[in-house]
């Protein structure tokens, strides 16, 4: 075992290691991290770059003159450090260098829910020891599954696939905010391409594939017990291409063939592996929120791309839009009276802030297709402000007391 650990631990022995392409989102605030008390908990899809940002926060750990031998990593998957509790392996951690009980400890354990009993060990070694905990896990049942050991003793933070900035970042292009057209050029492919890092360093339909059947029958059918994997993978299909329009459980019921129930439960499972994310009807009424058709949307359109080709460009600029909306913790909503709607809604009752995207060149304002903004403004009237999320037309126009502001996708996820 000591061999193992070593090997995972390689600043013990003074050597380098890498630590991929720096995600300053998830870092930056790293020395505050590490001085609070409570276990970090990491979560995400896998493939995401959970591990990733462990070995950047080890870094930066080390660059604070953290001793390099009271920091230990474990991949909790490998074959042989799953099979012994966390508890074990830090004892063995403390015998290797033996450690003073009372020296303070950092350990960085990776894909933790594949340790014995791990939300048990992770309460009692937070309650007994002095050490400060960094671990990650696939999906959000992960929070569940703890059956509350957990709760005040952690901070959760999810990772996304990467935003439209990090995407730039990778590609490695110096691009100023006054060449716009660069800027189209590298959404073109963002929102094709979608945000998995690797996938945004090397685009490979097959790489896509075989991630999306990993998350699928390793993670959901195992702990769900899923029996009937390809109605599972049908419904995923057609949750592709109803993205950013409302869904009725009931048809895919219908459709599928599968009671309404179970729809819902397979619904629940995509966005528990951080697939999917419903979106409610913005609503004063908690029945319309509740019980009204949610939008679907993927939290990465290289999903989407790849069960439904190029097509469906404005979808995925909506898409693109949810997920930097939830990326901020943005509180968001569609807007709908029959088939007249208006895509997001943030902010409060009192002061809204509704966001349209039309991923289009041509607009007029007085057009059909913007009649529900009309709508809402009639429903709405003190509503202050309202962004049009364009493709690559900008100003800014009145209409009364209200500022409408049109902005390219680009430039509104750049700077939003």
């Known amino acids: 075992m000591e061999e193992i650990y070593y090997a995972f631990n390689p600043w013990w022995s003074e050597k380098d290691f890498k630590s991929g392409i720096p995600r300053e989102l998830y870092t930056r605030n790293f020395p505050a991290l590490l001085k609070r008390k409570q276990i970090e908990v990491i979560i995400g899809s896998r493939r995401v770059g959970k591990t990733t940002i462990i070995k950047q926060m080890i870094k930066k750990t080390l660059k604070s003159k953290y001793p390099s031998k009271q920091i230990l990593y474990l991949a909790l998957d490998h074959p042989q450090l799953s099979k012994e509790p966390i508890s074990v392996h830090l004892r063995n951690f403390r015998k290797l260098f033996l450690h003073d009980r009372r020296k303070k400890l950092a350990l960085f354990l990776d894909e933790v829910q594949e340790s014995p009993n791990w939300a048990q060990e992770l309460k009692s070694v937070y309650d007994m020891e002095n050490v ?96 009937k994997l390809g109605v599972l993978k049908d419904m995923f299909r057609v949750l592709a291409s109803q993205v950013g329009s409302r869904t009725s459980f009931n048809k895919l019921s219908n459709v599928l063939g599968i009671s309404v129930d179970t729809v819902k439960e397979y619904a629940g499972y995509f966005d528990a592996a951080f697939l999917i994310k419903p979106m409610e009807k913005w609503s004063t009424s908690y029945n319309d929120r509740i019980y009204a058709q949610k939008k679907i949307y993927f939290l990465d359109t290289g999903f989407k791309t790849l069960l439904t080709g190029r097509r469906d460009i404005g979808a995925k600029a909506e898409n693109a839009v949810f997920v ?57 009237p003190r509503t202050k402000k309202i962004i049009i999320v364009s493709k690559d037309k900008e100003a800014e126009v009145k209409r009364g007391q209200t500022i409408i502001r049109i902005v390219p996708l680009w430039k509104y996820l750049l700077t939003n």
């Open 132 to 227: 400060k905990i960094f671990c990650t896990g696939s999906t959000a049942a992960l929070i569940k599954m703890q059956g509350g050991k957990l709760t005040g003793r952690q901070i959760v933070t999810t990772v996304y696939p990467l935003s439209f900035r990090e995407f730039v970042d990778f590609k490695g292009a110096e691009i100023s905010m006054d060449e716009g057209y660069k800027y189209e050029k590298i959404l073109d492919e963002y929102l094709a391409a979608g945000g998995y890092p690797e996938n945004a360093l090397k685009r490979s339909n097959e790489y896509l594939q075989n991630l999306l059947e990993d998350i699928i029958i390793r993670d959901l059918a195992r702990l769900y017990e899923i029996r």
């Open 324 to 380: 930097n909306l939830l990326r901020k913790k943005e509180t968001c909503g569609y807007f709908a009276e029959g088939e007249r709607e208006v895509d997001f809604i943030t902010g409060s009752f009192k002061s809204p802030l509704p966001i349209e995207v039309k991923y289009d060149s041509d607009f007029d304002l007085d057009g059909r297709k913007f009649d529900g903004i009309r709508l809402f403004l009639k429903r709405y």
